[in-house]
T-cell receptor, first 119, second 115 residues
Framework: AQKVTQAQTEISVVEKEDVTLDCVYE???????LFWYKQPPSGELVFLIRRNSFDEQNEISGRYSWNFQKSTSSFNFTITASQVVDSAVYFC????????????????FGQGTILTVHP | GAGVSQSPRYKVAKRGQDVALRCDPI?????LFWYQQALGQGPEFLTY????????KSGLPSDRFFAERPEGSVSTLKIQRTQQEDSAVYLCASSKQYSGANVLTFGAGSRLTVL
């Protein structure tokens, strides 16, 4: 069975600080995808980033960057120079590429990390 | 429409009542998912449709939960004889295709409170 663990329940930072959200996953699949979604107070989950299991290259996109390490099953997400608008709940999720022979993108989510950015 | 639309946004039901939650996915999206999100938790998978076919209902917690998507567009999640433990936000998501790489577009959810 798949599992996603976000050990940090809540993080509080002051604006302009960098913040890293941790994510550890478990899967028996050799092919899978990892995601980060953001859930602001409005309730809609908003897609942030996606990484497939074959690509461990870490990237930066604007103020967002991620560190994918297959050896430790971790997919950490960093926000640089945080802003008040970054305050939200952040979810790490794992998608199995094959489930009984069917691939359709079913996600297993972590418990979420509440990020509060103070002015 | 431009996004995934869910209605009602808020529903209060007395224990034992039946409720129906509607999801209007993005036009042309083949895949549709329902998730249940309890307070302070991550979303948990309930069921999946590919067009009108319900291919996976492994996450439905009991036979009181039923979902349909008869014409491959709008979907309805029905909960019969609601219980207090059914209180949660029910999220609908859709995507253009069906693969593990899918990026899902989520609706704002329907918050169900069972008294």
């Amino acid at each position: 069975a798949q599992k996603v663990t976000q050990a940090q329940t809540e993080i509080s930072v002051v604006e302009k600080e960098d913040v890293t959200l941790d994510c550890v996953y478990e899967t028996r699949d050799t092919t899978y995808y990892l995601f980060w979604y953001k859930q602001p107070p409005s309730g809609e989950l908003v897609f942030l980033i996606r990484r497939n299991s074959f690509d461990e290259q870490n990237e930066i996109s604007g103020r967002y960057s991620w560190n994918f390490q297959k050896s430790t099953s971790s997919f950490n997400f960093t926000i640089t120079a945080s802003q008040v608008v970054d305050s939200a709940v952040y979810f790490c999720a794992l998608s199995e590429a094959y489930a009984g022979g069917t691939s359709y993108g079913k996600l297993t989510f972590g418990q979420g990390t509440i990020l509060t950015v103070h002015p | 429409g431009a996004g995934v639309s869910q209605s009602p946004r808020y529903k209060v039901a007395k224990r034992g009542q039946d409720v129906a939650l509607r999801c209007d996915p993005i036009s042309g999206h083949v895949s549709l998912f329902w998730y249940q999100q309890a307070l302070g938790q991550g979303p948990e998978f309930l069921t999946y449709f590919q067009n009108e076919a319900q291919l996976d209902k492994s996450g439905l917690p009991s036979d009181r939960f039923f979902a349909e998507r008869p014409e491959g567009s709008v979907s309805t999640l029905k909960i019969q004889r609601t219980q207090q433990e059914d209180s949660a936000v029910y999220l609908c998501a859709s995507s253009k295709q069906y693969s593990g790489a899918n990026v899902l577009t989520f609706g704002a959810g329907s918050r169900l409170t069972v008294l």
